[in-house]
């Protein structure tokens, strides 16, 4: 770099630079947290249920083979919009489908992957449920592309 | 080693090492299980698999990082460290704790694992990455906070520069940022936005600026190149690291909740974060080229140099490749993101941890100039083995990413393949991955037969330059 570019230059672009982007970011925070979530996740819907029903799906570490809006591993399907692929959109064709479908596991086909058994109450299948229909209906930009996830 | 207590970095890389190796072999189990579904189930179910790859993942380089410091510190501060008793003992803390958490998620069911580590009263478990019990989270924290309290009660009492300022800053940053780690809202959209405030503002934010310190230290001792011109570049580096990364962090919020000017401003600025990992190929390439000395271990250069070409690959150009919103909805959550994954860790933060280890263990060991001259060509073979291995794991899961996207993504509902359909379409990447990962792990078996060499390079090694002084 060329000499009349000093090193006290560069400090001052890097704590400056840096001091403004974190200002900036906590203020895009803000915005989005106060303003703008409150429209987009339902949180009117945030039933005590459904809080049971992420209590159960982190409990049991779902996101180690599933991913959530397309955040998680990527070993197992897409449940975001589970509820609109296997529950039709509908919650109690949802709840029963996912309560034949848990304790259906593992299914112990040779050489296929495998969900194990978790052993859930139908109360706890029930919240679960709850937990992936709220979920599918955050506003997320229309993600994903198709029903597939 | 100009100061005794610089020892104490030696079994934090040790472990680290060990750490790493188990990491490898879990990710081999992961592997096969891509492709033979029921491999070792029900006794390692995926999720336990890839709970532990990660979390050995984590653990090891926060070794790494901690025996970086605990090594440079005191150098660079011309001071011996505040308490070596408390690093060692920090030591044992961290690596029992880490240890036992990784047994609890191999012979515990997790969710018996929550609850009798009482999750409930502090439910923090059960996200991606975070999947430590809270107690483990607590202990992480305590441990951090002893290790900032020893570090920077030695760099205050010495010289200060900007190495050692960099390095500490970025410290404290992650160990502030581990606190989001404790904050596990019950609203979904809320939860996933401040998780990222630990997983991206870490990788993408402050793990750079202690890579960066690293890198710097590394290459002012092999290069023996002016202090002031490394610490100009470092400045210059971090200061696009930040400012890039922090608004990149919009590149997550773009299908999880948050409002739609993060399409344009994820996008935006993530389409920039290629640029300080651009600029530390060319500080690594520059400085090497203007070396004033030729250092004997040559090894050490080379990782140097590798972990700044590969960062930029696999954190740059990999990461640009899928971070436009438009081209992000397809790619998100797809074998695209994990491909990325892979080559970004694999660059920017084992290889440093690998550098810093390639030219601080000889010297430890009492060979101030390096190990001898077979013993790093035995380390090099190491370096290429395992760095072309995770080019080729990188390219496969690509090419997997592609096919499933263009399955699965592209068309239309009803038209597109189910997700397990697509999978069984692309097996076959699955299974060259696995071959790229078993020479993988034969690199790393040869990088640690190289440990076992005996020998040192000495001082008539070195082709002296113009210009030879000790930085």
Known sequence: ?149 | MKYESQRVAMPYFIFALVLFAGQIVFGLVMGLQYVVGDFLFPEIPFNVARMVHTNLLIVWLLFGFMGATYYLVPEEAQTELYSPLLAWILFWVFAVAGTLTILGYLFVDYATLADVTMNKLLPTMGREFLEQPTITKIGIALVVVGFLFNIMMTALRGRKTVVNIVLVTGLIGLAVLWLFSFYNPSNLTTDKYFWWFVVHLWVEGVWELIMGAILAYVLIKITGVDREVIEKWLYVIIAMALITGIIGTGHHFFWIGPPEYWLWLGSVFSALEPLPFFMMVLFAFTMINRRKRNHPNKVAALWAMGTAVMAFLGAGVWGFLHTLAPVNYYTHGSQITAAHGHMAFYGAYVMIVLTIISYAMPIMRGRPYGNSNTAQIVEMWGFWLMTISMVFITLFLTGAGILQIWLQRIPESGEALSFMATQDNIALFYWMRLVSGCFFMAGLVVYFGSFLIKGQASPADEARGPAMQDA
């Open chain 1, 1 to 149: 770099m060329a000499e009349r570019f000093t090193k006290s230059m560069a400090r001052n672009i890097y704590l400056g630079g840096s001091t403004f982007f974190v200002l900036l970011f906590l203020v895009l925070t803000f915005d989005t947290q106060s303003r703008a979530m409150p429209e987009r996740d339902n949180r009117d819907q945030l039933t005590e249920q459904v809080v049971r029903g992420k209590h159960v799906w982190e409990n049991n570490n779902c996101v180690g083979c599933h991913s959530l809006m397309g955040e998680g591993a990527y070993f197992a399907p897409e449940l975001a919009n589970v509820f609109d692929r296997r529950g039709g959109a509908n919650s109690e064709v949802f709840k029963a489908y996912m309560n034949a479908w848990m304790n259906a596991m593992p299914t112990n086909v040779p050489g296929r992957r495998q969900m194990p058994q978790f052993n859930l109450t139908d109360q706890e299948i029930e919240d679960l449920a709850s937990f992936l229909e709220w979920t599918s209906k955050i506003d997320d930009n229309g993600w994903p592309p198709n029903i597939e996830g």
